[in-house]
Structures are given as structure tokens and as C-alpha cells.
């Protein structure tokens, strides 16, 4: 049966939604089923890092087996994201009995729905069909979204055959979260890029809008130790770039705060390829801002200090001077600092930082998910433990907590009155 599509956009917000599939193609969809509301279902024995990070936070519900029928009972739409022709017409077959809408990404022809190339502006989301032809739709979707931006010049073509131009690689900050908080210039690059290496905590939604052909390659994933692990990246950006390919390295907040960027760019001028830098929204700024916490203000602090909390304070390869820091009077942050957050603040106090110095912990900034507590020095290792807070967390300490006295940022989620003792927002 052939025709052209009706253009429709579904309003999923408490809609059962079954995902088949666990690979890279459910990784970049499944964000804009979360964004729209849906109540996840997603059926696969395994699942990448990224899905699974969802998973665990409670945002889907993963079912660890194959697919099963019964599966779409009380379903509004069906997204089949494996690559098993067999298993993806099982998929098809039940969804048509049951009159399910079914995406397939393995079969165009055989869905009976098709997902747009998709991008977003504030409010507005433009979703383009190219009458099958995925390249088609993401040339369109990108001139729309070059409109929207009210930008000077043109972009490159997306999907230049890598042959023609040299390699290179890009490494962006994708910021602390919002996918709109991502630099104009890092999301062109992403519109042009043949490679996208990306971190577990880039936004999701920045991947639903990749082209198709895009070769997306999840860094959490890759085997071995941390030090092995980067090697490996380090290899698949050079081998990449070499073979003429535009490489984006995509990583949450900003490539060289803590991103290990400067690994990156050493590893690729080793071997000749050329790399641009893409500074991206840290959340070290970030998390506090969305909490309606600046990180100076007059009056109250000039000056702050970023530092990793990853490595234990007596442990002999950290590289912290708590000591000193206890001894400052501006706004410390810190990165990475959850796990390690008693001891931290243990040490800060036996080192003469007040009990009551005003303290913020903000999980997951700058997202639907974000959550705020406010306490002190003295009790935030408790009181994050009794919240049950999680990473990605940041942790902001001194007197700029209460400084704006709770006015939180219009439209940002987690501001909240400043005050002592234990306060949760989100």
C-alpha cells in the first residue's frame, strides 16, 4: 500500500511506548520519547551505558529478555530499533494485530510510521520528512534549524563524502545538560560531523538529532580501565580523522574542566590531525546558577574555586590542598565530589571551615530531573545520603548559597529558599 504520510505529532505525556532494542539506535530515540512524557518500555537482553544510566534512574522500565507479544498490551506506539530482520517483522506483525503504530529502523518501507529528522528551538520543534530519504530530511531540518537561529553565513552540506576533505577533530562541550545550552558553533559541528564519540553525560536529545548515517560511538562503553579506556578513544579519534572523517568528540559541560580534552588534543597533534576546541557551559557554573546560587556576588564572595572531589582527601594521589582551601573565604565547588562528599567535608572542618558555611548539593542540573538540596558544611554528607541523591551531582559550599535568598531562575527547575537545615527542590 503506498501514499504519502500524514503529518502528525503525538502528545505521549503518560502514554505507554514500547522500545525493542538496546543498541545505539534506542539510545539516540529513546531521549525524545523521556522529553514528550511516555512511559518507557524498553524490551532488550542488553542495553548500552547511556540506556541504562536511564534505566537505573527510574526514568524507563527495562524489561532484560526478548520481546515478547503481550509486551504492547496497552501501548500507543511501537519504536523496533534492532537490526534482526526476523525479529523486527515479529515485532511488526504483533503491533498490526493489535492496530500499534510501529517505527522500524531497519525497514522503512515495512513501518508503518516513520520518526522525522527532528530539531529543536525553544517552543518550537520542526520535524521534516523527506519522502524516505533520511539525507533529504536532515538537509531540510538543518536549513529550518539555520533559519531559527537568525545566523550569518551558511553551513557546510551534511554528509560531504569524507574523501573530499581532510580529517579532522572537533572536541565540544555539550554542557552541563539542556541540550540547548550547547554552543551554537558545537551543535553546526555536530550537523556536519561523519563521527560522534560522546560522553555518557552529553544530552541525550543532541543525539536524536544526528543523521542517520552518522557513525556514533558511545566512550562509556568502551572496555578496560579508565587509563586503557582513554587510549582507546584517543585511537578511534585518530583512526577516524586519518581516514578523512570530520570526528566530533562530544563531552558533557566543557572539553578540559576534569573532560580530560587535553589528553585528547596531545594524542591527535601526535599524529598530525588537526583539532578544534569548542568551549562548552561548565557545570561547575552551571549547576549553581540553575539553583539560583551565583557562584560570586558582591558583597559576598570574589572569587571561587573549582575542584575535583574524585580522589579522597588523605588518599597520596590526590592533588587537593584542602587544607587551604578550608582556609578561603569564597565559594568552593566540587566536581565529581558524591562519593567522597563525608570525607571532604570532614576535612574542611578539621581544618577551620565553620559547621554552619551555607551548602548546596544540585543532581542532574539544567534538567527535568534536577534536584536541589540546601543545608550546611556540617550536615550535607548526611542529609545527601537521607535524600538519596546521586551523580551527576555538584556540590557548592559558602555564604553565595543564601545570597539571592531563593529566587530561582525563571523556568529552570530547582530553586528554592535558602536556608539551614535540610531543604529538597526539584
Not at 4 to 32: D, E, F, I, K, Q
Request: charged share 20%.
Amino acid at each position: 500500500m503506498s501514499g504519502n504520510p500524514y503529518p502528525l505529532g503525538l502528545r505521549l505525556a503518560g502514554r505507554r511506548v514500547v522500545v525493542v532494542g538496546g543498541g545505539a539506535v534506542a539510545t539516540r530515540r529513546v531521549p525524545a520519547l523521556l522529553d514528550a512524557g511516555a512511559h518507557v518500555l524498553l524490551v532488550a537482553p542488553e542495553l548500552t551505558p547511556a540506556l541504562r544510566a536511564h534505566a537505573d534512574a527510574g526514568r524507563l522500565h527495562w524489561a532484560p529478555r526478548r520481546f515478547a507479544p503481550d509486551d504492547l498490551d496497552g501501548a500507543w506506539l511501537v519504536q523496533v530499533a534492532v537490526d534482526d530482520p526476523l525479529a523486527a517483522a515479529s515485532v511488526s506483525a504483533a503491533a498490526a494485530e493489535r492496530r500499534i503504530f510501529c517505527v522500524r529502523a531497519d525497514d522503512r518501507a515495512a513501518a508503518t510510521a516513520w520518526t522525522p529528522a527532528v530539531t529543536r528551538h525553544g517552543p518550537v520543534t520542526v520535524a521534516v520528512l523527506g519522502g524516505g530519504d533520511p539525507r533529504r530530511a536532515m538537509a531540510v531540518r538543518d536549513a529550518v534549524r539555520a533559519l531559527l537561529e537568525v545566523r550569518e553565513g551558511t553551513l557546510s552540506a551534511p554528509g560531504t563524502p569524507s574523501g573530499t576533505r581532510p580529517g579532522r577533530v572537533a572536541l565540544v562541550g555539550a554542557g552541563p545538560g539542556d541540550p540547548e545550552l550547547i554552543t551554537v558553533r558545537g551543535w553546526r559541528l555536530l550537523t556536519e560531523a561523519d563521527v560522534v564519540v560522546a560522553d555518557r553525560l552529553v544530552p541525550g536529545l543532541l543525539l536524536d538529532e544526528l543523521r542517520a548515517d552518522v557513525e556514533l560511538v558511545d566512550a562509556s562503553k568502551i572496555p578496560y580501565g579508565p587509563s586503557r579506556a582513554q587510549e582507546e578513544i584517543n585511537r578511534i579519534l585518530v583512526d577516524r580523522a586519518l581516514a578523512g572523517k570530520l570526528v566530533v568528540r562530544l563531552k558533557g559541560g566543557d572539553p578540559y574542566v576534569f573532560g580530560r580534552g587535553g589528553e585528547e588534543l596531545l594524542a591527535c597533534a601526535a599524529a598530525g590531525v588537526p583539532v578544534t576546541v569548542v568551549p562548552g557551559v561548565t557545570s561547575s557554573i552551571a549547576a549553581p546558577a540553575a539553583a539560583g546560587i551565583p557562584v560570586t556576588h558582591r558583597g559576598v564572595a570574589h572569587e571561587f574555586t573549582v575542584v575535583s572531589g574524585h580522589v579522597a582527601p588523605d588518599s597520596p594521589a590526590s592533588l587537593v590542598r584542602w587544607d587551604a582551601l578550608a582556609g578561603l573565604r569564597g565559594t568552593l565547588v566540587v566536581l565529581m565530589g558524591l562519593k567522597n562528599l563525608a570525607a571532604i567535608t570532614a576535612t574542611l572542618l578539621a581544618h577551620g571551615r565553620p559547621a554552619e558555611t551555607p551548602a548546596a548539593v544540585v543532581q542532574e542540573a539544567t534538567t527535568g530531573s534536577q534536584r536541589v538540596l540546601r543545608s550546611t558544611l556540617g550536615a550535607v554528607a548526611a542529609d545527601v545520603l537521607t535524600a538519596g541523591l546521586r551523580p551527576p551531582a555538584v556540590v557548592v559550599l559558602g555564604d553565595v548559597v543564601d545570597a539571592l535568598g531563593g529566587a530561582g531562575p525563571e523556568g529552570i527547575p530547582g530553586g528554592g529558599p535558602g536556608q539551614t537545615g535540610q531543604s529538597l527542590t526539584g
